[in-house]
Structures are given as structure tokens and as C-alpha cells.
């Protein structure tokens, strides 16, 4: 069965740094989607990327993230200076139509 | 009132026990609706979409009341396995964003 597959697993950063979270969605899906987890919360929507677009994004994604779909396969997370509440799980997901959201099985980043 | 609200438990369960979340929501148009689990420091996995007529997988049944805006689950049997966190989560208008309820834990106890 096709697969969301996210790396790095584990990212260590240190507060202004930048970083970037990758991820490779099912091949033939057209939504994209970051979303993140705090540990012990619920599950936060960051932005939704369609046809080469942002859809949506959420007050959480500031000016600090961006997104990136460089290629036909990558899709990109990027914050440019992290901040230490930016601690989370990063999670991608993909799908294809108007069909359930597969995600990937995150990056979880700490910021230090 | 919240956009997706759930019950966070723990409910903890005797195994063969059934047990059963709700959730509610707070945007009438909502088109789609979902149940997904959550293990431990995972990623969210699909458990099973949610029908307008009810649905129903193995030991899981699935119900929509869109009159009431909520959503239930009922686990039949339950197996140490089922043990997780279980999202709720509705698309409020399509093609977009999916909503995620903070999650309702279940531990299933021999």
C-alpha cells in the first residue's frame, strides 16, 4: 500500500535556527497538507497546498513558515527561526480527492 | 462552542466490553466525517469513514446524526489491541482542511 514518508524521524534544533521537514505524499494525491502535534494536544491544521498553491492555512503559520512543492514528489515544511514553543510533531499528509487524509508518520522536532 | 468536541476520557474498558465515543460539531454544513486512531507518539491512522445511513466495519459501528450534529462510535467485543486514542475529525467544507476533536483515550484492560 502506497505511503506518506516524512523525514527526518527526530530533528534537534536550536532556538533561530532554520529548519526544513520533508515530505514525499502518495504519488497520484493532489492535496497536501502539514499539520503538528504538541505533545499532549490535539492534532493543529498548518496549511493546505493544492495546485501548486496555498489553499488554507491556519493563524499558526505565520510568516516563519512556508511551504514548497519543488518538485513532483517533495513537499516541503520550512521555519525560518524557531522558536522553542515550536516543539511538536510534524505531520504530512496527501489525498487524492475528497477522500480521507493519509498521513505520514511525522517528524517530531525539538527546538532547544 | 468548539469546532470538533469530544469526550477525552480515559475510558478504561474491560476486554470483550463494548464501549462508545460521541462527538460533536459545531458547523451544520459539514460534509465529511471520520474516525481515526492515534497510538502512542504516531501519526493518525484512518479507522473508518462516516456515512449518512451508519456504517459498519468487523467490531466497529460508525453513526451520524446530522440533526444533532454528532457523530458516534461503538466498538463491539473489545480487544487489547483497540487500546488508543480516537479522533474525531470532520471537513467542514470539502476540499479542505480537516478538523481534528482532541481525542478521546481508551484503555482496554485485560
Known amino acids: 500500500e502506497p505511503e506518506v514518508t516524512q523525514t527526518p524521524s527526530h530533528q534537534v534544533t536550536q532556538m533561530g535556527q532554520e529548519v526544513i521537514l520533508r515530505c514525499v505524499p502518495i504519488?497520484?494525491?493532489?492535496?497536501f497538507y502539514w499539520y503538528r502535534q504538541i505533545l499532549g494536544q490535539k492534532v493543529e491544521f498548518l496549511v493546505s497546498?493544492?495546485?501548486?498553491?496555498?489553499?488554507?492555512k491556519s493563524e499558526i503559520f505565520d510568516d516563519q513558515f512556508s511551504v514548497e512543492r519543488p518538485d513532483g514528489s517533495n513537499f516541503t515544511l520550512k521555519i525560518r527561526s524557531t522558536k522553542l514553543e515550536d516543539s511538536a510533531m510534524y505531520f504530512c499528509?496527501?489525498?487524492?480527492?475528497?477522500?480521507?487524509?493519509?498521513f505520514g508518520n511525522g517528524t517530531r522536532l525539538t527546538v532547544t | 462552542r468548539k469546532e470538533v468536541e469530544q469526550d477525552p476520557g480515559p475510558f478504561n474498558v474491560p476486554e470483550g466490553a463494548t464501549v462508545a465515543f460521541n462527538c460533536t460539531y459545531s458547523?451544520?454544513?459539514?460534509?465529511?466525517f471520520f474516525w481515526y486512531r492515534q497510538d502512542c507518539r504516531k501519526e493518525p491512522k484512518l479507522l473508518m469513514s462516516?456515512?449518512?445511513s451508519g456504517n459498519e466495519d468487523g467490531r466497529f459501528t460508525a453513526q451520524l446524526n446530522r440533526a444533532s450534529q454528532y457523530i458516534s462510535l461503538l466498538i463491539r467485543d473489545s480487544k487489547l489491541s483497540d487500546s488508543a486514542t480516537y479522533l474525531c475529525?470532520?471537513?467542514?467544507?470539502?476540499?479542505?482542511?480537516?478538523?481534528f476533536g482532541t481525542g478521546t483515550r481508551l484503555t482496554i484492560i485485560p
Open positions: 462516516v456515512y449518512s
Open positions: 504519488s497520484n494525491h493532489l492535496y
Open positions: 475529525v470532520v471537513n467542514p467544507r470539502g476540499n479542505e482542511k480537516l478538523t
Open positions: 458547523n451544520s454544513a459539514s460534509q465529511s
Open positions: 497546498f493544492y495546485n501548486n498553491e496555498i489553499s488554507e
Open positions: 499528509a496527501s489525498r487524492l480527492d475528497n477522500s480521507p487524509l493519509h
